[in-house]
Each structure stands twice: as structure tokens, then as C-alpha cells.
């Protein structure tokens, strides 16, 4: 068989005629759901399973531990420049529109809770991948929106702070 055959099973370099498509492939023909075609295993120490790479920089990793795994990517303030605090969370955080919805591949599952991509482009680009008018379909990281989360109740927490100043103030007179 092939990698694209569903009665295929195993590892595969898939090189298309033209070269320009190459995936490497894991597939199994288990349709019960009782075996995983991964399994990525660390004998006896905690560390990084997989490392991420871009032009041989380390740019994220998988790693484990024996209290759970996590999922990292590079954050080191010495790769950074024009470090400045997020100023606007609570209008992003306003912009945002989160929504429940059903996947079409699915339609008998449970909602589940999310964000349309196309929608949080403007908001948080660096969040999203992909473009609204290419056949390929969009993508959220939702980590990528933890800082504007973090920066909007940061903005709620002292505008809670100052009101409670402002009616202590008020009460004492």
C-alpha cells in the first residue's frame, strides 16, 4: 500500500513525483481508538521527547517529566528587542469573540468552546496562521493569547484597586 491508503500501515517516506511535497508518515489500521501509531517514550529521566528546529536553532521543544509534559517554545529574553508592556490588553481582550460551535466533520459532537480564526487575525496575528483566502485552513495558537488575556486583568485588577480606593475615600467622609 501506500501512505494515503487506508489499509497502510507503518513508517513511510513519502516523496511525491515532483519532489516538492515530502512528508515523513506514521500510520496504523486500528479504527477502535485502543492504539496510538506514536508512542514517544523517555527511559528514566525527565528531559526534552521532542526539539523543534528551524535553519539548526532550537526553536521549542516537547519535554517530559514524571509529573506531566510540556509543551515549550523558545522565550529568552536575549532573543529579544523592543521589549514594551502590552498597553491595549483590555481592548483586544473586548475584540475578542469567543464562541461554542460543533465541527462539520462531527456534527453529533459535543460543542466545544474556541475562537474563528479569521476573526482574531486583526486582534492577535501572531496567534494565527494561515490566510482567509488560501484552500489551506487557518490555525489558533491559543498560548499566543495568554499575554493579552494576562494584560486586560491586569487593567481590570487596578481599575478594581482604584474604585475600591475611590469608595473607601468616599465612605471615610
Do not use: C
Not at 517529566?65 to 536575549?78: K, L, M, V
Not at 491586569?154 to 469608595?167: F, G, M, P, S
Amino acid at each position: 500500500g501506500t501512505p494515503n491508503d487506508p489499509s497502510t500501515r507503518g513508517v513511510y517516506y513519502n516523496d511525491d513525483a515532483g519532489g516538492t511535497q515530502t512528508h515523513f508518515v506514521i500510520t496504523n489500521t486500528v479504527t477502535d481508538g485502543s492504539h496510538s501509531p506514536v508512542y514517544i517514550n523517555r527511559q528514566g529521566s525527565d528531559g526534552s521527547l521532542i526539539v523543534f528546529r528551524r535553519a539548526n536553532d532550537d526553536k521549542g521543544t516537547i519535554s517530559v517529566a514524571s509529573s506531566g509534559t510540556t509543551y515549550n517554545t523558545t522565550s529568552d529574553r536575549r532573543l529579544k528587542d523592543n521589549i514594551t508592556t502590552i498597553t491595549d490588553g483590555k481592548e483586544k481582550l473586548l475584540a475578542m469573540n469567543p464562541v461554542t460551535h460543533t465541527w462539520k466533520a462531527d456534527p453529533d459532537a459535543p460543542a466545544v468552546h474556541g475562537f474563528v480564526a479569521q476573526e482574531m487575525q486583526s486582534i492577535v496575528p501572531e496567534a494565527v496562521t494561515g490566510e482567509p483566502e488560501s484552500d489551506e485552513m487557518m490555525s489558533i495558537d491559543y498560548g499566543r493569547i495568554t499575554p493579552v488575556i494576562v494584560a486586560a486583568l491586569q487593567d481590570a485588577l487596578k481599575e478594581i484597586e482604584e474604585l475600591k480606593t475611590r469608595i473607601n475615600e468616599l465612605e471615610a467622609k
